[in-house]
C-alpha cells in the first residue's frame, strides 16, 4: 500500500503498511511491526506467552545495575527477537491471505486503486502528525524514565498517552471532514472522475478513523516493548488481519467474487462500501484495544494525566521536531509516486493490462517486506533499547558490535530473499493472486521482480539509521531520508515520463531500491565518523560479498528452471506452485551449498542453531 514501505505490518495492520524506513520497530502500518543489554532481560520471569519481563526498576530511583554483555546475553537477545520474529510472521502471513482476499473480491484494477489511496491516508496523517516520532524518540526517552524516575516511568507514560490520544483525536475528526481535499492531493486522477471519487471518498471516511487506533497501538506497544514485553505489538496485528479477511469474505458471500462480479466504481453499491470500509475500522479498533490485556499483566495502569509541562515530553518533543521533517521528506515521495502509478494504472487498463497501478506496487511492496519484517525489524527492535543504554554507559565498542550484528544476521536472510524476488517473482504472484484476473497477478509479480534487488540496501539503511536513534539524534535521519526521498520521486517521475504505462510501476519499484542505495551510502559513512571511525566494515562487506555470490548463481539457477517449466505447463494456480517450489528448492539448494562451500560465518550459526532448536 505505502510506497515508503508499509510498517507496521508491520505492516500487517488492517491494509496499512507502516513505513518501515521511518520508524525503528516493526509496520503494513500498519505500514508492520528490545532488549537494553545482551542480559537486561534474561533474569526476568518468563511469562506464558514467552516473552522475558524486565526487572522491576528500583522504586527508591537508585540506579539499575547493566549486566555485562556476555555470550548468555546473546540467548536473550534470540529469544526476544523470536517472539517478535513469530508475530510478525504470522502476521505477514495474515495479512497475505487477506490480500488475496481483497483482490478475490474487488480485484487489482481501479477500485482497489481506490480502496488502496483511501486506506494509505491514515497512516500518511499518522505517520506526520508524530508516528515516527513515537517510535524513534520515545522509546530511549521510555527507557530512561524506567530507570531513573521513583515510579519506574509510570507516570510519563501515562501523559505520552494522554497528549497521543488528545493530539490524534483532534486530528481525526479534521481529517475526517477534510477527506475530498486529501483524495484530491493524493490522486488527481481519481478526483477528475466523478464517480471514482465519490467511492474514494466514501472509502477515506470511514477509513481515516483508525489512524487513532493505530495511535493507541502503537503507544501502547512501545511501553510493552520498554518493559520487555515485546509480543504483543507483533502479535495483535493479526486479530485486525482476521477481521478483514472477515469482512471481504463477506463482500464476496453478498456480492460475488470479482471474477463474476467485475465490480467497479460505478458499480460497487453504498451498501458494499459501507461493509468494507466499517470491517477495516473494526479491524484496527480491535487491534487497540487487544493491547489492554497486555498491559494489565504487566503491571502498568492506565491513568489519563494532563500535567505534561516539565517532566520531559518537551524535550522528546523537541528531538521529534527532527524526525517530523524526516517523516514529511518520506511522505513527500510517497504522495509523489501514489499520484504517478495511481495515473500509470489507470492508462495501463484502458490499453487492457491490469495490475500496474498503486494496487500492484502495493501488493508486491508486502510482500517483499516480509523478510525485512520477520528477520531485520524483529532484531533491531529486539536492540534499540539496549543500544539506548550503550550509550548513556557511553559504551561505543557496543554499539558498534550491536550494529555488525544486526547487519550480518539480517544478511543471511535478505540477500537470498532479494535474489529469490528477482528470480521468482512471477510465479510467486501468480499462485497467491490467482483468484484474480491472470493479466493482473502477472503485473504484479513484475512489479515484485523491479523490488526484489532493493531489499539489500533496504535492510542496511534500516540497521544503520537505529544507531543515530539510540543517540537520539533524529536530524542526521532526516538529512538522509531528503536524500532517498529525492532519488526516489526523481526516479518515479523519469520512470513515468520514459516507460510505457503498462511498465512504469515497475520501474517505480526498482527506483525503490536504488533511492535506498545511495541513501546506504550517505548514512554509512556518517554512522562510522559518529563511531570513531570504526563500524566493523570489512566484515560486513565480506558477509555481504560472500552472500551475494552466493546468491547470484543460485538465483539464475532458480529462475531458469521456473521459466523453463512456466513455459511446459502454464501460469496457473497449479503450475504456478509446481514451478515455485521446483525453482525455489533449487535457487535454495545451490545458495547453502555455494555459502557453506564460501564459509559464511553468519549461515553456519544460524543453521546450527536451528538444529539446536530441533535437537539434532
Not at 160 to 179: D, K
Not at 280 to 293: D, E, H, K, S
Request: hydrophobic share 50%; proline share 5%.
Amino acid at each position: 500500500m505505502n510506497a515508503q514501505g508499509r510498517e507496521n505490518d508491520g505492516r500487517g495492520q488492517g491494509g496499512h503498511v507502516l513505513p518501515d524506513d521511518t520508524v525503528p520497530l516493526r509496520p503494513d502500518l500498519g505500514n508492520h511491526h528490545a532488549t537494553t543489554s545482551r542480559e537486561a532481560y534474561d533474569g526476568g520471569v518468563a511469562n506464558p506467552a514467552g516473552e522475558q519481563r524486565a526487572p522491576i526498576p528500583s522504586r527508591a530511583g537508585e540506579p539499575i545495575p547493566e549486566p555485562k554483555r556476555s555470550g548468555s546475553g546473546a540467548s536473550g537477545l534470540l529469544k526476544s527477537s523470536a517472539v517478535m520474529a513469530a508475530g510478525t510472521f504470522v502476521s505477514r502471513i495474515t495479512g497475505f491471505l487477506r490480500t488475496l482476499v481483497m483482490a478475490a473480491a474487488i480485484g487489482v484494477g481501479t477500485l482497489n486503486d481506490s480502496y488502496q489511496v483511501a486506506n494509505v491516508l491514515p497512516t500518511m496523517v499518522y505517520i506526520l502528525v508524530g508516528g515516527g516520532a513515537l517510535n524513534a524518540v520515545f522509546v530511549p526517552q521510555l527507557v530512561r524514565a524506567m530507570k531513573q524516575d521513583d515510579d519506574g516511568g509510570d507516570a510519563y507514560a501515562n501523559r505520552l498517552i494522554t497528549l497521543v490520544m488528545v493530539v490524534l483525536g483532534s486530528v481525526t475528526v479534521l481529517c475526517v471532514l477534510a477527506a475530498p481535499l486529501l483524495v484530491h492531493m493524493m490522486s488527481p486522477d481519481i478526483a477528475a472522475d466523478p464517480r471514482r471519487m465519490a467511492v474514494t471518498v466514501a472509502f477515506a471516511r470511514y477509513c481515516l478513523p483508525t489512524m487513532f487506533f493505530m495511535g493507541a497501538h502503537v503507544v501502547l506497544g512501545q511501553i510493552l516493548n520498554a518493559r520487555g514485553r515485546f509480543g504483543a505489538m507483533m502479535w495483535t496485528p493479526v486479530l485486525n488481519n482476521i477481521l478483514i479477511i472477515a469482512t471481504f469474505g463477506g463482500f464476496i458471500w453478498a456480492f460475488g467474487g470479482f471474477t463474476d462480479s467485475r465490480v467497479g466504481p460505478a458499480t460497487i453499491t453504498p451498501e458494499g462500501v459501507r461493509l468494507l470500509g466499517l470491517g477495516t475500522l473494526l479491524g484496527l479498533t480491535v487491534q487497540a484495544l487487544a493491547m489492554l490485556p497486555y498491559l494489565r499483566d504487566a503491571r502498568f495502569r492506565l491513568r489519563p494525566r494532563f500535567d505534561f509541562r516539565g517532566h520531559g515530553l518537551g524535550r522528546a518533543m523537541g528531538l521529534a521536531k527532527w524526525t517530523l521533517l524526516f517523516v514529511l521528506a518520506n511522505q513527500a515521495a510517497l504522495t509523489v509516486v501514489t499520484q504517478l502509478a495511481t495515473k500509470a494504472g489507470s492508462l495501463a487498463e484502458r490499453a487492457g493490462h491490469s495490475g500496474s497501478g498503486i494496487t500492484a506496487y502495493n501488493y508486491a511492496l508486502l510482500l517483499w517486506q516480509m523478510p525485512q519484517a520477520i528477520i531485520t525489524v524483529s532484531v533491531m527492535t529486539a536492540v534499540l533499547p539496549r543500544m539506548s543504554r550503550a550509550v548513556q554507559d557511553e559504551n561505543v565498542a557496543a554499539i558498534r558490535e550491536d550494529i555488525s550484528h544486526g547487519l550480518r544476521t539480517s544478511a543471511v536472510a535478505i540477500v537470498p530473499c532479494a535474489f529469490a524476488f528477482l528470480a521468482l517473482g512471477v510465479p510467486m504472484a501468480t499462485l497467491l493472486y490467482a483468484g484474480t484476473d491472470a493479466e493482473g497477478a502477472r503485473g504484479i509479480g513484475y512489479v515484485l521482480m523491479a523490488f526484489g534487488p532493493g531489499l539489500i540496501p533496504y535492510s542496511v539503511q534500516y540497521v544503520v539509521l537505529r544507531g543515530f536513534y539510540a543517540y537520539e539524534d533524529t536530524k542526521t535521519p532526516f538529512y538522509n531520508t531528503v536524500i532517498v526521498a529525492a532519488v526516489n520521486a526523481a526516479a518515479a517521475g523519469a520512470c513515468f515520463v520514459l516507460l510505457p504505462a503498462r511498465w512504469a510501476v515497475a520501474g517505480m519499484a526498482a527506483s525503490y531500491g536504488l533511492a535506498y542505495a545511495v541513501g546506504v551510502g550517505t548514512a554509512w559513512r556518517r554512522l562510522r565518523k559518529r563511531l570513531g571511525g570504526d563500524l566493523d566494515g570489512s566484515r560486513v562487506l565480506r558477509t555481504y560479498a560472500r552472500l551475494s555470490a552466493a546468491a547470484i548463481p543460485a538465483a539464475l539457477a532458480g529462475g531458469g528452471v521456473a521459466y523453463a517449466l512456466t513455459r511446459a505447463v502454464g501460469s496457473g494456480a497449479l503450475g504456478s506452485l509446481v514451478t515455485l517450489l521446483a525453482g525455489g528448492c533449487v535457487l535454495l539448494g545451490v545458495f547453502v551449498l555455494l555459502a557453506h562451500w564460501m564459509r559464511v560465518a553468519e549461515l553456519s550459526a544460524m543453521v546450527g542453531m536451528v538444529r539446536g532448536r530441533l535437537g539434532r
